[in-house]
Nanobody, 128 residues
Framework: QVHLAESGGGLAQAGGSLRLSCTVS???????????MGWYRQAPGKQRELVAD???????NYADSVKGRFTISRDNAKNTVYLQMNGLKPEDTAVYYC???????????????????WGQGTQVTVSS
């Protein structure tokens, strides 16, 4: 019922930029509160790792490997989180996943709190 729709992945050259977007929606209910949102990535043969996250107040947290190059932001009115990626490196190549914690209602209006909802992932490939 909770759906995270990611977009913006693709192919970039080293030193280039990409912007990822992720919009959260619910099927027949509505979102009451959208809490922490984040971006994770998983490269082939590696574990999924946190790239950046942002809480409902706008406080951000970044992996050391992306500090100074990536910027996470959110638009609460649009239930959307963004990841601006500048200075891309080949080692940034991975599938990027959006993650969110939220409270929403079901079709009957019953509040439901849930953690760790995931998007389907979007491929980012950086060529050298």
């Amino acid at each position: 019922q909770v759906h995270l729709a990611e977009s913006g992945g693709g192919l970039a050259q080293a030193g280039g930029s990409l912007r990822l977007s992720c919009t959260v929606s619910v099927g027949s209910g509505k979102i009451l509160n959208l809490y922490a949102m984040g971006w994770y990535r998983q490269a082939p043969g590696k574990q999924r790792e946190l790239v950046a996250d942002i809480n409902s107040g706008g406080k951000t947290n970044y992996a050391d490997s992306v500090k100074g190059r990536f910027t996470i932001s959110r638009d609460n009115a649009k239930n959307t989180v963004y990841l601006q990626m500048n200075g891309l490196k080949p080692e940034d190549t991975a599938v990027y996943y959006c993650n969110a914690d939220l409270v929403f209602t079901d079709a009957m209006g019953t509040p439901i709190a849930g953690k760790d909802f995931w998007g389907q992932g979007t491929q980012v490939t950086v060529s050298s």
